[in-house]
């Protein structure tokens, strides 16, 4: 019996032709439809009575300062330190010099610097008790933003607009916040456009 499963998956190989055009592909039994992409999540301001804006607010505080001073050995620890590869130190070394960089006009200028710390919307759908469960979590995300003189009503409606394009009125860096621990941690990004 064995033998002859055998054999008749050898005829059935050498039965059919090698090289089939695609105009002799059979159809597939499975429709493929494409696939929509997913939206985009909306950025909304933090609420104010979140435990973790004054969290996300001291964070970018202390952010700001270091990214103000200019100074690598301030900055680069709080955007990974050790783990902050040579070209990103470069990048954002470039951000704070350059003088289109929306970080120049946002950081630098003579006028009032405005800051919006954005999270994502939560999607509608959930109840109280889940809301309350992200509430109490022990990590966060968060995007920080400034932006100098009247532009600051303007920001980012999604993440993907927080990429620090010389043409945004606002410069932007994403923190990951986290509690667990002894001691809350957290790291900044600061996300540039692909060259």
């Known amino acids: 019996m064995r033998a002859f499963l055998i054999s008749s998956a050898l005829v059935a190989a050498v039965a059919t032709p090698a090289l089939a055009t695609e105009a002799d592909a059979p159809a597939s039994l499975l429709a493929v439809e ?12 933090l609420a104010a009575d ?6 996300f607010a001291a964070a970018a505080d202390d952010l ?27 990048r954002v070394a470039g951000l704070l010099r350059d003088g289109n960089s929306p970080f120049r006009h946002a950081l630098f200028s003579k006028g009032f610097t405005h800051r919006a710390i954005l999270g994502w919307s939560a999607p509608v759908s959930l109840n ?11 990590e966060a995300e968060a995007l920080v933003c400034w932006s100098a003189g009247g532009a600051g009503g303007q920001w980012p409606t999604t993440a993907a607009a927080a990429d620090n394009r010389a043409d945004r009125p606002y410069a ?24």
Do not use: H, K, M
Not at 50 to 55: A, C, E, G, M, N
């Open 64 to 90: 700001v300062a270091a990214l103000r001073s200019r100074d690598e050995a301030r900055w680069a620890p709080l955007l990974g330190g050790q783990w902050l590869a040579a070209d990103d130190r470069a």
């Open 172 to 195: 932007c860096a994403r923190i990951a916040y986290s509690i667990r621990g002894d001691t809350p941690t957290w790291r900044a990004f600061i996300e540039q456009p692909s060259a």
């Open 128 to 138: 109280a008790a889940e809301r309350a469960a992200i509430e109490a979590g022990q």
């Open 34 to 45: 494409t696939e929509a992409p997913a939206p985009r999540a909306p950025l909304v301001p």
């Open 50 to 55: 979140s435990v973790w804006t004054p969290r």
